[in-house]
T-cell receptor, first 119, second 114 residues
Framework: GAGVSQSPSNKVTEKGKDVELRCDPISGHTALYWYRQSLGQGLEFLIYFQGNSAPDKSGLPSDRFSAERTGGSVSTLTIQRTQQEDSAVYLC?????????????????FGPGTRLTVL | AQSVTQLDSHVSVSEGTPVLLRCNYSSSYSPSLFWYVQHPNKGLQLLLKYTSAATLVKGINGFEAEFKKSETSFHLTKPSAHMSDAAEYFCVVSDRGGGFKTIFGAGTRLFVKA
């Protein structure tokens, strides 16, 4: 079946411009996560959506970052007034939360990522 | 608050020799622990996970990890390395403390020499 997809695969933008990154989770997955992976770094948690609950935004690095999830499916991560330090690979993952019986215990399925370069 | 430390940024082994990738964690709650692998130009893939069942967890491609609560460790091992194991490996802790959080370690890059 189809996995998690992300678009675009690569995005080059100029400093100060806004960008939107899209994530299509696996159909039926209730949980969706965004992470950022900077060069040579591990994954940095950004935001988590679970069903209709309020998202956990505690990982967003600044108010220039926002994300929404429409209809419990597709998610868009928006970065306003991009800065060079925003350059990274942005990864999206989804999971069928609840199948393991424990919050946080479900396998996350990752998309291929969007490589963002801010010039 | 939870945290995860991967003790080695790089590990180099010869093909056919054992692999040990070390991970220590901190969690105020009963955590779930995972190992993910990222091959070059490929997405992250789950290797194995621990969720309070058996402490010795077997994963794909011959990898396994043992949850040791007394040592707060979740080291990843494989008896015999294969060239295709060369990749970046991430140890992950997840718990429900203060809301949901998933924390990734910084990663360990595994090199396998012929």
């Amino acid at each position: 079946g189809a996995g998690v997809s992300q678009s675009p695969s690569n995005k080059v933008t100029e400093k100060g411009k806004d960008v939107e990154l899209r994530c299509d989770p696996i159909s039926g997955h209730t949980a969706l996560y965004w992470y950022r992976q900077s060069l040579g770094q591990g994954l940095e948690f950004l935001i988590y959506f679970q069903g209709n609950s309020a998202p956990d935004k505690s990982g967003l690095p600044s108010d220039r970052f926002s994300a929404e999830r429409t209809g419990g499916s597709v998610s868009t991560l928006t970065i306003q007034r991009t800065q060079q330090e925003d350059s990274a690979v942005y990864l999206c993952a989804s999971s069928p939360t609840g199948t393991s019986g424990r919050i946080g215990a479900d396998t996350q399925y990752f998309g291929p990522g969007t490589r963002l370069t801010v010039l | 608050a939870q945290s995860v430390t991967q003790l080695d940024s790089h590990v180099s082994v010869s093909e056919g020799t054992p692999v040990l990738l070390r991970c220590n964690y901190s969690s105020s709650y009963s955590p779930s622990l995972f190992w993910y692998v990222q091959h070059p130009n490929k997405g992250l893939q789950l290797l194995l996970k621990y969720t309070s069942a058996a402490t010795l967890v077997k994963g794909i491609n011959g990898f396994e990890a043992e949850f040791k609560k007394s040592e707060t460790s979740f080291h990843l091992t494989k008896p015999s390395a294969h060239m295709s194991d060369a990749a970046e490996y991430f140890c992950v802790v997840s718990d429900r403390g203060g809301g949901f959080k998933t924390i990734f370690g910084a990663g360990t890059r595994l090199f396998v020499k012929a």
